[in-house]
């Protein structure tokens, strides 16, 4: 049962141009969302997240949306570049198990030149 | 700080042999986390620790798997015996709070 979905495995952008990561869960109890970067033999890392009371939050290139209607989120990297190649992780977390994240399957973002 | 440390990095072993991954997770951190990436089901979270006592072991998916953290500094993932679709990354995270998970470079298990 994968509560939170990432439905494409792969995305290719070139340099300059907007990405758009997606994710998509089921689990309504779900209130706090993080989005993971991972490179190549190394652990994810954070990058970004939002509390389901808001449904945008901004950090330097990216941002990331909330829309809690259809239980989906998405990372915008704009402008994107060739060092944001990696893993993308979307995670949730519900009240009361704060401290459990569900990943995931990730997407795999290419930025060519 | 030099972030969570993880050993081995990786790790060959024939089916039906023990395998024992180590953590050690950022000083000071409260909860630690082992999770298990695969292709298929990427990043599934198998138990996680607050304080040196498991809170939450539903995701170990059998018997054969089992984690013990004797101490703030220290936690172990078991799995006996190991088997071929124990394959995959084991990744331990600590966290200091809730929320925001620090990740170790990850152990690549290759069992065959």
């Known amino acids: 049962d994968q509560q939170v979905k990432q439905n494409s495995p792969s995305l290719s952008v070139q340099e300059g141009r907007i990405s758009i990561l997606n994710c998509d869960y089921t689990?309504?109890?779900?209130?706090?969302f993080l989005w993971y970067k991972k490179y190549p033999a190394e652990g994810p890392t954070f990058l970004i997240s939002?509390?389901?009371?808001?449904d945008k939050n901004e950090d330097g290139r990216f941002t990331v949306f909330l829309n809690k209607s259809a239980k989906h989120l998405s990372l915008h990297i704009v402008p994107s570049q060739p060092g944001d190649s990696a893993v993308y992780f979307c995670?949730?977390?519900?009240?009361?198990?704060?401290?459990?994240?569900?990943f995931g399957t990730g997407t795999r973002l290419q930025v060519t030149l | 700080d030099a972030g969570v440390i993880q050993s081995p990095r990786h790790e060959v072993t024939e089916m039906g042999q023990e395998v024992t991954l180590r953590c050690k997770p950022i000083?000071?951190?409260?909860?630690l986390f082992w999770y298990r990436q695969t292709m298929m089901r990427g990043l599934e979270l198998l138990i996680y620790?607050?304080?040196?006592?498991?809170?939450?072991d539903s995701g170990m998916p059998e018997d054969r798997f089992s984690a013990k953290m004797p101490n703030a500094s220290f936690s172990t993932l078991k799995i006996q015996p190991s088997e071929p679709r124990d394959s995959a990354v084991y990744f331990c995270?600590?966290?200091?709070?809730?929320?925001?998970?620090?990740f170790g470079p990850g152990t690549r298990l290759t069992v065959t």
């Open positions: 995270a600590s966290s200091p709070q809730v929320y925001e998970q620090y």
């Open positions: 939002i509390s389901s009371i808001k």
């Open positions: 000083s000071g951190h409260d909860y």
């Open positions: 995670a949730a977390s519900s009240p009361g198990t704060a401290s459990k994240l569900t």
């Open positions: 620790f607050n304080n040196n006592v498991p809170i939450d």
């Open positions: 689990n309504s109890m779900f209130d706090y």
